[in-house]
């Protein structure tokens, strides 16, 4: 055990990084997705008021597997009671090994894909689910991220994403999830599931939605290995290529995307220096080989393609700003959304002028309900401040940041709307003087 009693935050951080894990583990041995969730949920329970006495082990994935492992005895003998004989002898043998040899890392074993998260995923993004109850209920179980999370990834309400998740476990349970990994060509048809979910992953990682914390690196860490593990698996398929690629070239830019307070900085006024040169080695590697295997990129290749463009750039003046607006032309084509659209009106205004990305917010608004989206507004606001429109900026930029649930990201914005405030200000004196 260590030293010292973890405080409630240390106890969650543990929990987030390890319920996955443990839900992934004891789906080896329940076909329920529901009873494995239940039975790792028994077990983060025992250990919240325990760990919070005796500290938390050295081992916590292990600690947890074994009393989740034991509770899961337990309910194997109780149905032998009941039925006078188990279904399976050798499941239950297994189960009751002893308990120096279980542990979470060690339950699962899946040489086909060389991972148990990744294999988990395989298993839940089944087809039997719409595309966003498999994406919605894999964020929630391999992913660890609440309902409120994944709402916002999906710009819908808690409730409706709580009924989602409830209807493709329930779902499951009734066409019968295998135990056993789906083979190589129903891994095909899951595939482009698995890739979305880690990269929606990794974009929680890359920019909190909510907290005090603008990034949450272990969250990256976590797609970051599931990207390499897939890029192993499939070392052909160019867009897993160009995932990991993109991922690689924007975690290169993790740690310089905030100041020691961690207040976020812009990318305009970003230490280059500080960016990690083996992350970017790795993404452009990983680029030019995608590259080469396609002339018809995806989603993710596009995206890796646009990250590349800020990596190669030596300063931000020297960003190929209509490279960059050609992409997302490209990515708008394949992937329509307010997010692509709100990102290429960015391009816009540095290629051409805040004037001509002005115009491409008005065109988002007319198309998408963006009332309520922090970052339509923030950058609407960045749009006026350089047009010299302080004082409209500045509206903009306390309306971004009552819409932000980023603490960082709401203090940010809330400091550029009083900049702007005061430079209208300053404006008015002057003007006012002469």
């Given at each position: 055990m260590t030293a010292s009693v973890p405080t409630s935050r240390e106890l969650e951080a543990v929990f987030r990084i390890e319920r996955p894990r443990l839900i992934a583990a004891l789906l080896r041995y329940s076909r329920d997705v529901t009873s494995a969730e239940d039975l790792a949920q028994d077990a983060l329970l025992k250990a919240s008021m325990v760990w919070s006495s005796e500290g938390i082990p050295d081992n916590p994935g292990g600690w947890l597997f074994t009393v989740a492992r034991n509770r899961l005895i337990d309910r194997a003998r109780h149905a032998r009671l009941a039925k006078d004989k188990l279904v399976d002898l050798t499941h239950y043998l297994e189960l009751t090994r002893p308990p120096s040899q279980a542990s979470a890392s060690d339950a699962v074993s899946y040489p086909e894909v060389g991972d148990d998260m990744l294999a988990m995923m395989f298993m839940t993004c089944h087809p039997a689910l719409s595309q966003d109850s498999r994406v919605t209920l894999t964020l929630r179980l391999v992913g660890g991220l609440s309902?409120?999370?994944?709402?916002?990834?999906?710009?819908?309400?808690?409730?409706?994403?709580?009924?989602?998740?409830?209807?493709?476990?329930?779902?499951?349970?009734?066409?019968?999830?295998?135990?056993?990994?789906?083979?190589?060509?129903?891994?095909?048809?899951?595939?482009?599931?698995?890739?979305?979910?880690?990269?929606?992953?990794?974009?929680?990682?890359?920019?909190?939605?909510?907290?005090?914390?603008?990034?949450?690196?272990?969250?990256?860490?976590?797609?970051?290995?599931?990207?390499?593990?897939?890029?192993?698996?499939?070392?052909?398929?160019?867009?897993?290529?160009?995932?990991?690629?993109?991922?690689?070239?924007?975690?290169?830019?993790?740690?310089?995307?905030?100041?020691?307070?961690?207040?976020?900085?812009?990318?305009?006024?970003?230490?280059?220096?500080?960016?990690?040169?083996?992350?970017?080695?790795?993404?452009?590697?990983?680029?030019?080989?995608?590259?080469?295997?396609?002339?018809?990129?995806?989603?993710?290749?596009?995206?890796?393609?646009?990250?590349?463009?800020?990596?190669?750039?030596?300063?931000?003046?020297?960003?190929?700003?209509?490279?960059?607006?050609?992409?997302?032309?490209?990515l708008f084509a394949l992937s329509p959304s307010y997010v692509v659209a709100l990102n290429r009106a960015v391009a816009i205004s540095w290629a051409i002028d805040p004037a001509a990305g002005m115009t491409e917010l008005d065109a988002i608004a007319e198309t998408w309900d963006v009332d309520t989206y922090s970052l339509y507004h923030a950058?609407?606001?960045?749009?006026?401040?350089r047009l010299g429109l302080e004082q409209e900026a500045a509206a903009a930029f306390g309306l971004a940041a009552s819409l932000s649930a980023n603490i960082p990201q709401k203090r940010y914005l809330a400091d550029r709307a009083e900049e702007c405030r005061q430079r209208s200000r300053h404006k008015a004196v002057k003007t006012g003087a002469s």
């Open positions: 309902v409120e999370e994944i709402a916002r990834a999906f710009r819908s309400g808690g409730a409706a994403i709580e009924q989602r998740i409830v209807r493709a476990k329930r779902e499951l349970l009734t066409q019968g999830i295998s135990r056993e990994l789906p083979g190589e060509c129903e891994r095909d048809q899951r595939l482009h599931s698995v890739m979305e979910v880690i990269y929606l992953i990794y974009n929680e990682g890359y920019a909190a939605t909510e907290g005090a914390n603008l990034t949450r690196p272990p969250l990256c860490s976590e797609a970051l290995r599931l990207g390499r593990t897939l890029a192993n698996l499939k070392p052909m398929e160019p867009e897993v290529l160009g995932l990991l690629s993109l991922m690689e070239l924007q975690c290169a830019r993790l740690v310089a995307r905030q100041d020691r307070s961690g207040v976020p900085i812009p990318l305009d006024r970003q230490d280059r220096t500080s960016w990690d040169r083996l992350l970017t080695r790795r993404g452009l590697k990983l680029l030019d080989r995608a590259d080469h295997l396609t002339q018809s990129p995806g989603r993710y290749l596009i995206q890796a393609k646009i990250s590349a463009c800020h990596a190669r750039a030596l300063s931000f003046n020297d960003t190929n700003w209509t490279e960059i607006k050609r992409l997302y032309d490209a950058s609407r606001a960045d749009f006026l401040a």
